[in-house]
């Protein structure tokens, strides 16, 4: 019997990656079962699933730390994606690991992300039972919600990564295990997401008026350069080379651009994300997440209507917080005025 294309695909995996990086064809599998693609191995099949899914979509319309900028330039959750993948597969790419992993889990890592950016997401934890984390609710996304509750049943590598993409404000090499992706191509998005934002979010806060280049710490500027491709081009040769040195089989950095690297994320919390300016609208966009939850509790056949369901597939208030999480900064200001603002009368 001939070869399928995607045997084919496997095999050049097999001779072309590097021994630490995770082929295709060892994959854990899936939750339920399904036929491979006879063109596509598992990863890039996954890869293109997240790309047409709506949640994938809708990032778009999230705020990644501006609230629904009016500049065409500002980032999007949606860019920030798109960013963050292209760094985790350059990355991905010099160390010879396996790229549709990596792109897979960078294109799905924030789909559970909340409107509003983290200000939504810290909303969602304080109102709802058992609280709110995006990483726990991107897995969901991609288990559960999509494709009217069957999930898109993604691989185990591509779940895990997403699952553990996320650090807070925590170590980026963690030596935490149980806090890491377990495999590198997972770990390379972690990493990645921080490259990419420490260096978007600068940007747009420059563009906003937040910041000054001038008030960017000298020690980084000295370490990493004063422009924007500058200081990741500094980042990532800094991992691949680093990682490379050491055996190739565990990520590493120069301390200095690691350090540098922390200093940014500090001055990006202290200068632009607890900013008031930056902040005083995120009050409002609180109200409008606590109000809608509170509404939906009050009427849960209005929000079944909504949903366009006959019954809940979970407790109320889970439902509830995955409609909300799952809802643009648009939708979230419409359906607000819609529900709690009068409306013109209209002359008939």
């Not at 939750?31 to 890039?44: K, S």
């Not at 810290?122 to 999930?151: C, M, W, Y």
Request: charged fraction near 25%; glycine fraction near 6%.
């Amino acid at each position: 019997m001939a070869r399928t294309i995607r045997e084919e695909l496997e095999e050049r995996e097999s001779l072309i990656l590097s021994p630490f990086a995770t082929c295709s064809s060892k994959t854990k599998g899936r939750q339920v079962f399904e036929e491979e693609c006879p063109l596509r191995p598992a990863f890039q099949h996954d890869r293109d699933r997240i790309i047409h899914s709506k949640s994938f979509r809708r990032l778009k319309h999230k705020t990644q730390v501006f609230l629904v900028p009016a500049g065409d330039h500002y980032r999007t959750r949606l860019t920030h994606t798109l960013e963050v993948s292209q760094v985790a597969r350059t990355i991905s790419k010099a160390l010879r690991l396996n790229e549709d992993l990596t792109e897979a889990i960078s294109l799905g890592h924030d789909l559970g992300h909340t409107p509003f950016g983290h200000a939504g997401e810290d909303t969602l934890n304080e109102i709802v039972p058992g609280g709110f984390n995006h990483a726990d609710q991107s897995l969901r996304v991609v288990e559960l919600l999509e494709r009217d509750g069957k999930g898109l049943n993604l691989t185990f590598e591509v779940r895990d990564g997403i699952l553990k993409h996320s650090k807070g404000k925590g170590e980026i090499l963690c030596e935490d295990s149980s806090e890491m992706a377990s495999t590198l191509e997972g770990q390379v998005v972690r990493v990645a997401d921080i490259i990419a934002y420490v260096n978007h979010d600068i940007d747009d806060a420059i563009r906003g008026g937040v910041i000054s280049q001038s008030d960017i710490p000298e020690s980084c500027v000295t370490c990493l350069g004063d422009t924007h491709s500058k200081r990741i081009n500094v980042m990532v040769n800094s991992l691949v080379w680093e990682t490379l040195r050491t055996g190739g089989g565990k990520f590493s950095m120069s301390k200095d651009v690691l350090g540098a690297i922390y200093a940014l994320r500090e001055f990006l919390w202290t200068r632009v994300y607890e900013n008031e300016t930056v902040h005083a609208d995120f009050h409002k966009a609180a109200k409008i997440l606590k109000d809608l939850y509170e509404h939906f509790m009050n009427h849960p056949k209005y929000f079944l209507t909504l949903i366009e369901n006959e019954s809940l597939y979970d407790s109320l208030e889970r439902c509830v917080c995955d409609f909300l999480a799952g809802m643009t900064d648009r939708y979230a200001f419409t359906l607000y005025e819609k529900i709690f603002l009068p409306l013109p009368w209209v002359i008939r």
